[in-house]
């Protein structure tokens, strides 16, 4: 979640940003769908109940995201 919030402030022309967002064209495979990290991202968004408009304020994404970082240092009890 960290990283999505790095990656969103970024400029737009910025080439990690224009990957993060490039639409593949294709199908995908009938069978079971694997999971994708994008999806995972907006589910955990979903769950945390924030925005791409949070992503702006750095200092309110990192302490409401905070809660999802697996890190030893992001799991410390405040």
């Avoid at 995972?40 to 924030?50: F, G, P, S």
């Amino acid at each position: 979640m960290r990283w999505f919030g790095h990656v969103q402030r970024q400029e737009e022309e910025d080439c990690v940003r224009r990957i993060l967002e490039v639409d593949v064209r294709g199908q995908r495979s009938r069978r079971r769908q694997r999971k994708r990290w994008i999806n995972v991202v907006k589910y955990n968004m979903e769950d945390l109940r924030v925005d791409l408009m949070d992503v702006e304020n750095r200092g309110e994404w990192r302490r409401r995201t905070r809660v999802a970082d697996p890190s030893p240092e992001g799991s410390k009890l405040a």
